[in-house]
């Protein structure tokens, strides 16, 4: 394996990096680039976390190195292909897997889907399913309130990335551990990622994009480790982060003005789908995340239809015509075709609603929400 034993081999750092990390992890941590340490008595001052400023700080240097090999033309073509395509195929893991089936339970699916969604959120490192189930529902129940763990009300940067930089509030700590994460504790997939995410996420997210480059087509080790690695993972995750940032501050409201997540066309195009975000707030059990059924802004939906259509996806979730109407006629901002609403927002636009839902199986989800509500693919008995 000449990319791994190479003296100063990019690979090799990053590897035994992660692997020092490790060791001093337990079960339920995270890798230390982005977990944030879990103390009780903290406030809103901004306790920073280092060793996450630096390796963020190696990664953005790093990717703007990929991005001038890709520009001036040393990076071959197929190594620019292949880091789009393996960043789509790795977000889809996160916006139809970690997202869409186990955050909100909008739609069930077989273990092939979901061994497939599994695979594909690891390449995507962005903690593994459990992890990331347990801080989504929490950002729902509590969203732009202290419990939150990217609060948009403190600020786009904060929002964006600087959550990850600095140690979590103490509500988003409490509020978490009383979220019910009983279904993934049931799901052996689930359950076997988390114990295995140490090893298989280096693997998965920057050895194996860096190696296939250089045995399949012959491209420089060196170029394959910035290009294929760390820019197509850097890119990757900032078009995730503006979903919690730019889609909680700029865009319309079509379904609640009162809220502070917005519909951003351009965000939801760069995020699969994943930025229809005042609608998503609404309806977080809709398993499209959204009224619109163009697949060119909304490619996860795309998969979970298709994945439906060959019986690996079923019990999709939707929302009827009748409630979006009502909902958009009710507290919309008037941007909605169907509403006539005034399109002044609330003076405080950041306003929480009592009992919010974080998805399909939410005890706080109301029986008419469930009666109107339309489900697609159902199991056959």
């Given at each position: 394996?000449?990319?791994?034993?190479?003296?100063?081999?990019p690979?090799?750092?990053?590897?035994?990096?992660?692997?020092k990390?490790?060791?001093?992890?337990?079960?339920?941590?995270m890798p230390?680039?982005f977990?944030v340490?879990e103390q009780?008595?903290?406030?809103?001052e901004w306790?920073?976390?280092?060793r996450?400023?630096?390796a963020?700080?190696?990664?953005?240097i790093a990717?703007?190195?990929?991005l001038?090999l890709?520009?001036?033309?040393?990076?071959?073509l197929?190594?620019?292909?292949?880091?789009?395509?393996?960043a789509?195929?790795?977000?889809l893991?996160?916006?139809?897997?970690?997202?869409?089936l186990?955050?909100?339970?909008?739609?069930?699916a077989?273990?092939?889907l979901r061994?497939?969604?599994a695979?594909m959120q690891?390449?995507?490192?962005?903690?593994?399913?459990y992890?990331w189930?347990?801080?989504?529902?929490?950002?729902?129940k509590?969203?732009e309130?202290?419990?939150?763990?990217?609060?948009?009300?403190?600020?786009?940067?904060?929002s964006?990335?600087g959550?990850l930089?600095?140690r979590k509030?103490?509500?988003?700590?409490?509020?978490?551990?009383?979220?019910d994460?009983?279904d993934l504790?049931?799901?052996?997939?689930?359950?076997?990622?988390?114990k295995?995410?140490?090893?298989?996420?280096?693997?998965?997210?920057?050895?194996?994009?860096?190696m296939?480059p250089v045995?399949?087509?012959g491209?420089?080790?060196?170029?394959?480790?910035?290009?294929?690695?760390?820019t197509?993972?850097?890119?990757?995750?900032?078009?995730t982060w503006?979903?919690?940032?730019?889609?909680?501050?700029?865009?319309?409201k079509?379904?609640?003005?009162n809220?502070?997540?917005t519909?951003?066309?351009?965000?939801?195009?760069l995020?699969?789908g994943e930025?229809?975000?005042?609608?998503h707030?609404?309806?977080?059990?809709?398993y499209?995340?959204?009224?619109?059924g163009n697949y060119s802004?909304?490619?996860?939906?795309?998969?979970?239809?298709?994945?439906?259509?060959?019986?690996?996806?079923y019990?999709?979730?939707?929302?009827s015509?009748?409630?979006?109407?009502?909902?958009?006629s009710?507290?919309?901002?008037?941007?909605?075709?169907?509403?006539?609403?005034?399109?002044?927002l609330?003076?405080?636009?950041h306003?929480?609603?009592?009992?919010p839902?974080?998805?399909?199986?939410?005890?706080?989800m109301s029986?008419?929400d469930r009666?109107?509500?339309?489900?697609a693919h159902r199991?056959?008995?």
């Amino acid at each position: 394996m000449i990319l791994y034993n190479m003296p100063g081999s990019p690979l090799l750092s990053m590897n035994t990096y992660l692997t020092k990390q490790a060791k001093s992890l337990d079960e339920d941590d995270m890798p230390k680039i982005f977990n944030v340490s879990e103390q009780k008595n903290r406030s809103h001052e901004w306790q920073i976390v280092w060793r996450n400023v630096l390796a963020f700080v190696y990664m953005h240097i790093a990717a703007l190195y990929g991005l001038y090999l890709i520009f001036t033309g040393k990076a071959r073509l197929w190594t620019y292909v292949f880091g789009i395509i393996f960043a789509i195929g790795s977000a889809l893991g996160v916006t139809a897997g970690a997202h869409r089936l186990w955050a909100h339970r909008a739609y069930k699916a077989r273990w092939p889907l979901r061994l497939f969604l599994a695979i594909m959120q690891t390449m995507a490192f962005q903690n593994h399913i459990y992890e990331w189930v347990r801080d989504h529902r929490v950002h729902h129940k509590f969203s732009e309130t202290d419990a939150d763990p990217h609060n948009a009300r403190r600020g786009f940067f904060f929002s964006h990335m600087g959550w990850l930089m600095v140690r979590k509030h103490k509500d988003v700590l409490e509020k978490g551990a009383l979220v019910d994460m009983s279904d993934l504790e049931k799901d052996p997939i689930v359950m076997f990622q988390k114990k295995t995410y140490l090893v298989g996420m280096p693997l998965l997210c920057f050895v194996i994009p860096a190696m296939i480059p250089v045995y399949w087509w012959g491209e420089d080790p060196w170029i394959s480790w910035y290009v294929a690695s760390i820019t197509r993972y850097t890119v990757s995750l900032h078009f995730t982060w503006l979903v919690n940032s730019a889609a909680h501050i700029w865009g319309n409201k079509p379904y609640d003005k009162n809220i502070g997540a917005t519909d951003h066309k351009l965000v939801a195009t760069l995020a699969l789908g994943e930025a229809w975000h005042n609608y998503h707030h609404v309806f977080p059990w809709d398993y499209k995340a959204a009224e619109l059924g163009n697949y060119s802004t909304n490619l996860s939906t795309g998969l979970i239809d298709l994945a439906a259509k060959w019986g690996l996806a079923y019990d999709l979730k939707t929302v009827s015509n009748e409630m979006i109407i009502k909902r958009a006629s009710r507290t919309g901002d008037g941007t909605h075709p169907s509403s006539k609403a005034s399109n002044t927002l609330n003076n405080d636009h950041h306003y929480h609603p009592e009992n919010p839902v974080w998805g399909w199986d939410d005890q706080d989800m109301s029986e008419e929400d469930r009666k109107l509500a339309e489900i697609a693919h159902r199991k056959s008995d």
